[in-house]
């Protein structure tokens, strides 16, 4: 130390070093190590295995890991980008309608100068960038944490007091569905083009979308998502107020997504061939405008039947003027029904039982009569 300049003091068992004005890289007692193993040399370290055990963990079967998803979504024809954390005010109250963020201390640009609670801001900024540098179709995706203020969190070794920090799954698509190509014609995506990439996600569970508003959504052509009742997100067309603001030609279709929802996957069971074959029967119902497909698939499902396995709508028909059969604020929907037994061969009767019983359940909770 002495021959470093450092005045030194010894006592029973210590050294007392001062480090010298100039030399600001000496602060902890670790730098002081540091130093003597750079004089000694690095090589003559000697060669001391860890002692701490190391045990291997294996992931669970019920959890895809994040990278799996990021490769599902880049399979849809998304790209992925990576953005600050720290995003512009306005955009939180703009696309999270949220008053309060989380402010940053030391902002490295006065802009950036707040904790980003959604996603969603973020890509629109991302798809400004690309239109314009004459993009004419982007579809970009981010995998990240949000940050909100919650007074049950608590200090602990991933999370921080007053403060929750989930992961999200966010996309973005505008423009075309398709890129230029001779096969298909050229069609501006959709609220149902970008379902149906949610639904994939999520594949093989079963998603439901319902009717519900966001801050950064259109209010008619926006969904909650949700999986097994529970919420996970939201899709739908941006605020055609922030498209008007943000100078974007069209509104772009953008997702949401719980990171831990979209992980979770149920384990596979094993079930042996049915030995029998199935039965289809095709039906053609009336019902109101007003009902669902959803609202269709729930009735038929609550059938108390245990011969009906599936119901697949194909079709849907309104006539321009009220008919004999479809009166005024109704519709057609055609269900094609499978049934399956797998102990015994399905005869007429039982399969005329079973779909009474679906058109019963149907005329009691919706109102729905069979197409003469």
Do not use: C
């Not at 450092?6 to 001062?18: A, F, I, M």
């Not at 100039?22 to 007692?29: A, G, P, T, Y």
């Not at 999200?168 to 298909?184: I, K």
């Amino acid at each position: 130390m002495k021959r470093l300049g450092l005045p030194t003091s010894e006592g029973e068992g210590v050294l007392k070093v001062t480090p010298p004005s100039w030399r600001f890289d000496l602060q902890i007692e670790e730098d002081l190590i540091e130093e003597v193993i750079r004089v000694i040399g690095y090589g003559k370290l000697p060669m001391t295995p860890p002692l701490a055990p190391v045990t291997a963990r294996v992931p669970s079967e019920s959890q895809r890991g994040a990278h799996a998803l990021r490769r599902a979504v880049a399979a849809l024809d998304y790209n992925e980008t990576i953005n600050f954390s720290f995003v512009e005010e306005k955009w939180e109250r703009e696309f999270a309608g949220n008053d309060n963020p989380i402010r940053v201390l030391n902002p490295i640009a006065s802009p950036l100068s707040v904790m980003r609670s959604s996603l969603i801001g973020s890509l629109v900024n991302v798809l400004r960038y690309n239109l314009a540098r004459k993009a004419s179709r982007v579809r970009v995706f981010e995998v990240g944490r949000v940050f909100k203020r919650d007074a049950a969190s608590i200090d602990a070794e991933l999370s921080v007091a007053g403060v929750d920090q989930p992961a999200r799954v966010a996309g973005l698509a505008y423009g075309n569905v398709d890129s230029l190509q001779w096969g298909t014609k050229e069609r501006q995506v959709d609220f149902f083009d970008v379902k149906g990439d949610v639904e994939a996600l999520f594949a093989p569970k079963a998603v439901t979308f319902v009717p519900d508003s966001h801050p950064a959504m259109h209010p008619g052509r926006s969904a909650r998502v949700e999986v097994d009742g529970t919420k996970v997100g939201f899709v739908g067309e941006l605020h055609p107020r922030w498209r008007q603001a943000y100078e974007l030609p069209t509104a772009p279709v953008v997702f949401e997504l719980d990171l831990s929802a979209l992980l979770a996957r149920d384990v596979p069971e094993f079930k042996s061939l049915p030995r029998h074959q199935s039965v289809w029967r095709d039906l053609s119902l009336v019902t109101r405008d007003a009902v669902s497909h959803e609202a269709l698939m729930t009735a038929i499902r609550s059938t108390p039947t245990p011969l009906v396995r599936s119901a697949l709508l194909y079709d849907i028909y309104k006539p321009q003027t009220p008919s004999a059969d479809i009166g005024a604020g109704e519709k057609s929907m055609t269900v094609r029904l499978e049934l399956l037994d797998d102990d015994a061969t399905l005869t007429d009767e039982r399969i005329d039982a079973a779909v009474a019983q679906v058109l019963d359940n149907l005329g009691q909770r919706l109102g729905v009569r069979l197409r003469g």
